[in-house]
């Protein structure tokens, strides 16, 4: 269970799972707006990623099972805002693109925003992961009837909803699992272009066609999902913060 902290809420807490990613944290962390706090959930990184955001004021998350969506389940529970949001840990997508989606739903016109990643640059979205993702964007609009184009990682909702989804997915199929089981639940759903950037380092999900085919086979497994079956319990687990 996650320690809970005493100090005040933040505005906005920003999530963003961390593995072996010292390279890019100070770019990440000094784009987080102001009076926003940054959880960095290290996932078992070996490079001193977990000190470094420590050091340049970050709150860390310690989440020892591997897994994207262990990873950022670990943050949204340990998360104490009322609106949470989530950001790869590379640098390929600026936190501080998501000032608008927290204004979204903070006005009530969104329960769920999305940010559709648009490449800049060569490099920035391999062919292989480019095309797994435009699959599972059509499998998503035939299972749900939303109008996405993108299961990108850059996202905005408020905290207790997403908890109220059960999410279960602790691997790669997490962010479909999200933007599946609010669909079923009639959340509205917006999607925003944002810039997509060349990351930092290499990719730990779709960097290979292997990773890109087990990250598939993942969510593959969420879009079969029966969306009359309740949401699944399992055991309390959250990570560490400190």
Same mark, same amino acid.
């Given at each position: 269970m996650a320690a809970v902290t005493?100090?005040?809420?933040?505005?906005?807490?920003?999530?963003?799972?961390?593995?072996?990613?010292?390279?890019?944290?100070?770019?990440?962390?000094?784009?987080?707006?102001?009076?926003?706090?940054?959880?960095?959930?290290?996932?078992?990184?070996?490079?001193?990623s977990a000190d470094l955001a420590r050091a340049l004021g970050a709150t860390v998350v310690t989440e020892p099972r591997r897994g994207f969506g262990a990873a950022c389940h670990a943050g949204l529970t340990a998360a104490t805002a009322d609106i949470v949001c989530f950001c790869d840990c590379d640098a390929s997508l600026d936190p501080a693109l998501l000032a608008p989606f927290?204004?979204?739903?903070?006005a009530g016109t969104a329960d769920l925003v999305l940010g559709r990643r648009r490449p800049q640059g060569r490099g920035a979205w391999p062919a292989h992961a480019r095309a797994g993702n435009l699959a599972l964007a059509r499998m998503l609009r035939r299972r749900t009837g939303l109008r996405l184009h993108d299961l990108?990682?850059?996202?905005?909702?408020?905290?207790?909803?997403?908890?109220? &989804?059960?999410? @279960?997915?602790?691997?790669?199929?997490?962010?479909?699992?999200?933007?599946?089981?609010? $669909?079923?639940?009639?959340? +509205?759903?917006?999607?925003?272009?944002?810039?997509? &950037?060349?990351? @930092?380092?290499?990719?730990k999900v779709t960097g290979t066609w292997r990773g890109t085919?087990? $990250?598939?086979?993942?969510? +593959?497994?969420?879009?079969?999902?029966d969306p009359a079956r309740p949401a699944p319990r399992e055991a309390a687990h959250g990570g560490n913060s400190r």
């Open positions: 005493t100090s005040p809420a933040p505005y906005v807490d920003v999530v963003l799972p961390c593995l072996n990613e010292a390279g890019a944290l100070p770019w990440v962390l000094a784009r987080i707006p102001d009076g926003w706090r940054p959880l960095v959930v290290d996932n078992g990184s070996t490079d001193g927290v204004h979204e739903i903070r990108g990682p850059l996202r905005a909702a408020r905290r207790e909803r997403l908890l109220a &989804l059960g999410l @279960t997915d602790r691997r790669s199929g997490y962010p479909l699992q999200m933007v599946v089981r609010a $669909a079923d639940a009639g959340w +509205r759903i917006t999607e925003h272009d944002v810039p997509y &950037l060349p990351r @930092t380092g290499d990719s085919w087990h $990250a598939v086979r993942d969510m +593959r497994r969420v879009l079969a999902e």
